[in-house]
Nanobody, 126 residues
């Protein structure tokens, strides 16, 4: 059974950092592109970042460019999202998601991802 377990969320002050992890079980991530999405209360789910199956290509939403870094360790079957310079507007539930293809889609659309984790809460407070 394909499963993701996200971790690393928590409370942080503006300007702080968090590193999210997305560990897969029941399958190997080697052939999947992986994305991170987030959803704040009352808002639609939005794409944050994506990494190709090889890790050689990444993309970011404009709102997080220069602050967030996505990476993957296929040996550990885990994908990471390093989040720096966090802002209150980054507060949301963060989800990792995957699909069995090598290259990230052109746009961040949830329907391009077949497998989803349960999410981890990120709260940014003053």
């Amino acid at each position: 059974q394909l499963q993701f377990v996200e971790s690393g969320g928590g409370l942080v002050q503006p300007g702080g950092s968090l590193k999210l992890s997305c560990a897969a079980s029941g399958f190997t991530l080697d052939y999947y592109y992986i994305g991170w999405f987030r959803q704040a209360p009352g808002k639609e789910r939005e794409g944050v970042s994506c990494i190709s199956s090889s890790g050689g290509s990444t993309k970011y939403a404009d709102s997080v460019k220069g602050r967030f870094t996505i990476s993957r360790d296929n040996a550990k079957n885990t994908v990471y999202l390093q989040m720096n310079s966090l802002k209150p507007e980054d507060a949301a539930v963060y989800y990792c998601a995957a699909d069995l293809r090598s290259s990230c889609p052109v746009r961040f659309e949830p329907y391009d991802y077949d497998y989803w984790g349960q999410g981890t809460q990120v709260t940014v407070y003053s």
